[in-house]
């Protein structure tokens, strides 16, 4: 009896291995697809909404405010808008005062600058009266035209000079000496050439009309010339001359 199950149960697995098998299926209701995707919308819209009602009474629960917010960034806004106008004005009137500044230093260096030629101007008469007295005073005034004081200095400005002098009549004073004052300079230039000779005024410029001189006991002469760049000053001669027929009549040089 018992061989009798064994062997059922033997061919039933036997049958279960070499016979025809079916496999197990799932039956399922079929849904459209655009069934579907309008649930998905659904679904989505339902969501948003959602979203939307959280974000709008935010508030609620933060303590956010979006009137409160709009507010404050209108007030900072109009705050911005004050600041750049008192930005713009402090810096127009920083403008101008600078260009005051400007002109009140400018101003101020002319000044300096104009003290200072006066202040030369000054000690050269003081010498020049000083001279004179004594020679009026020992009688000793050369006989005709005689240049005294005769100087050359550098000026403000690069190989610029200023050169000063002072004209004294003697002897016999009939009438006024009237004439022109020429100044004949010797330089160097850079390098080892020959020396050049340059003319304040020159020839065709000293018989133009302009520039004469008219005394009859002394007259300060002061006058400025300027050389060439690179150019080195080596001697410097002042003439008088008469007009009319433009006659030397006293000269004197410095060399330097």
């Known amino acids: 009896m018992l061989s009798q199950?064994?062997?059922?149960?033997?061919?039933?697995k036997i049958r279960s291995k070499i016979g025809i098998r079916s496999e197990k299926l799932a039956i399922r209701s079929h849904v459209p697809w655009y069934v579907k995707f309008a649930g998905y919308g659904v679904a989505m819209g339902i969501a948003a909404a959602i979203a939307w009602v959280i974000v709008d009474n935010s508030y609620r629960i933060t303590g956010f405010s979006r009137e409160e917010a709009k507010s404050q960034i209108a007030a900072l806004t109009t705050e911005s808008t004050k600041l750049k106008q008192s930005y713009d004005s402090t810096k127009s009137s920083l403008n101008e005062k600078e260009s005051q500044l400007k002109v009140a230093l400018a101003a101020q260096a002319e000044l300096t600058k104009n003290l200072s030629q006066l202040s030369e101007e000054n000690a050269s008469l003081k010498e020049d009266i000083g001279f004179l007295r004594n020679v009026m005073s020992?009688?000793?005034?050369?006989?005709?035209?005689?240049?005294?004081?005769?100087k050359v200095e550098p000026d403000a400005l690069p190989n610029e000079f200023r050169y000063r002098l002072l004209l004294t009549q003697g002897g016999q004073r009939a009438?006024?000496?009237?004439g022109k004052v020429q100044v004949i300079v010797r330089v160097?230039?850079?390098?080892?050439?020959?020396?050049?000779?340059l003319s304040f005024p020159n020839d065709a410029?000293?018989?133009?009309?302009?520039g004469e001189i008219e005394f009859r006991f002394y007259q300060k002469i002061d006058g400025r010339f300027r050389i060439p760049d690179g150019s080195t000053l080596k001697n410097v001669q002042v003439r008088v001359l008469s007009i009319p027929g433009y006659e030397v009549r006293s000269q004197r040089s410095l060399n330097l």
């Not at 009438?175 to 009237?178: C, G, H, L, Q």
């Not at 410029?205 to 302009?210: K, M, T």
Request: charged residues 20%; without cysteine.
């Open 188 to 197: 160097q230039p850079s390098g080892a050439g020959p020396q050049t000779v």
């Open 205 to 210: 410029q000293l018989r133009a009309a302009g």
């Open 175 to 178: 009438k006024d000496f009237k």
């Open 5 to 12: 199950i064994k062997l059922r149960g033997s061919w039933r």
């Open 138 to 150: 020992s009688g000793s005034v050369p006989e005709g035209l005689a240049i005294q004081n005769f």
